[in-house]
C-alpha cells in the first residue's frame, strides 16, 4: 500500500514532517533508529520533520520512507492509485517544557495527578497532597518499555473494535436478555446473561411502590486475556440502556471481589437486607490451607 505521495508541490518540508512522524510512530521508530536502519543522519531527518529543512532531497526522503515501512508514489492520482495517508500523531501538539515534540512513536499522555505518571512511584501507596509530592509532574507522560507500549496500543484496538450487541432470537425466551462483546472477525470476548422477574413472585405480594419488573442480573464473563479493558462495563451499561428503553428501572445483582466493583461503578448500590451466602458442599472443607 502507498503510503507518501508527491502530488505537484506536497512534498515539501511543512507536510512531509507529519508524514515521517506518523510512519515512525507506526513502524515504532525512533529518529535514531529510524536515522540507523535509513543510513540518514539524525540531524536530517530531525530537520525535515520539524519543517526547517525546506527542500530535502528526493533520495533521502526515499530512504526515510522506505526504512519506515511505506511507498513512494510520484504524480499519480490518489483516486487511481489508493494513495492512503497514515493515521497522524495524535500528541503532535503537545510540547515539553522545553517547547519540543514528544517522541513520535510514543504514546504520550497528559499528567494531572501522580497516577497518570509511571515515575511516581509513590503514587499507589501514598495519598499525598500537591505540596508533599516527593516531586514535581511532569506536564506528560510515555512508556519506553516496548512490550508495555505493544500492550497498550492492542488494548486500544480491541477496545475500539469490539463491538456489544444484544441477542435475540426464538430459542431465548422473551425475558432473557443476552448481550455479547465480538471482535471484527466475530470471535466471542464478553457475555452478559440476566433475566426479568416479577417482584410479587418473590415476597408473594405486591405493594403500590414496588415496580412490577424487575431485571436479575445472572453474570457477566469475560475471556481472561480481555479482561480490564472495560468490555465488562460495556456490557451492563449495553443491558441498563436497553432496561430503560423497555420501561424497567430496577435490577438486583449478587456479586463478590471485582464483580461488586465492576457493578458498583456502572451505578448499583450494596443491599444487605437479607442473606446471601450460600454453598454446597462438604460443610467441613477449606478453601484454604
Known amino acids: 500500500m502507498t503510503e507518501a505521495s508527491d502530488h505537484s508541490d506536497e512534498a515539501d518540508g511543512a507536510d512531509l514532517g507529519p508524514v515521517l512522524r506518523a510512519l515512525r510512530r507506526r513502524a515504532d521508530l525512533s529518529q535514531r533508529q529510524l536515522a540507523e536502519k535509513s543510513g ?122 469490539t463491538q456489544v450487541r444484544r441477542v435475540v432470537g426464538s430459542d431465548l425466551p422473551a425475558t432473557c436478555w443476552r448481550y455479547v462483546a465480538e471482535l471484527p472477525d466475530g470471535k466471542l470476548v464478553g457475555e452478559l446473561r440476566a433475566h426479568e422477574r416479577s417482584p410479587f413472585l418473590e415476597y408473594g405480594e405486591w405493594h403500590q411502590d414496588q415496580p412490577e419488573r424487575e431485571m436479575v442480573l445472572d453474570g457477566v464473563l469475560v475471556d481472561p486475556r480481555y479482561r480490564r479493558l472495560g468490555l465488562g462495563r460495556r456490557l451492563v451499561t449495553a443491558l441498563l440502556t436497553g432496561m430503560r428503553e423497555a420501561g424497567i428501572d430496577d435490577a438486583a445483582a449478587v456479586a463478590e471481589g471485582f464483580g461488586t466493583d465492576l457493578l458498583l461503578a456502572c451505578g448499583f448500590e450494596i443491599e444487605a437486607r437479607r442473606a446471601a451466602a450460600l454453598r454446597l458442599g462438604h460443610r467441613d472443607k477449606r478453601w484454604f490451607s
Open 40 to 161: 540518514v543522519p539524525q540531524p536530517t531527518l530531525a530537520r525535515i520533520e520539524s519543517g526547517r529543512s525546506v527542500d530535502p532531497r528526493f533520495r533521502t526522503v526515499e530512504r526515510l520512507v522506505q526504512a519506515a515501512g511505506g511507498q513512494l508514489a510520484i504524480g499519480v492520482p490518489p483516486s487511481v492509485s489508493g494513495v492512503t495517508e497514515p493515521t497522524p500523531v495524535p500528541h503532535d501538539d503537545m510540547r515539553d517544557g522545553a517547547d519540543r515534540r514528544y517522541p513520535a512513536h510514543l504514546d504520550v499522555w497528559p499528567v494531572h495527578e501522580p497516577r497518570d505518571w509511571p515515575g511516581a512511584w509513590w503514587a499507589e501507596w501514598y495519598r499525598l497532597p500537591p505540596e508533599r509530592y516527593p516531586l514535581p509532574l511532569p506536564p506528560a507522560a510515555y512508556e519506553l518499555n516496548r512490550r508495555y507500549r505493544d500492550n497498550r496500543r492492542w488494548a486500544a484496538e480491541i477496545r475500539r473494535t
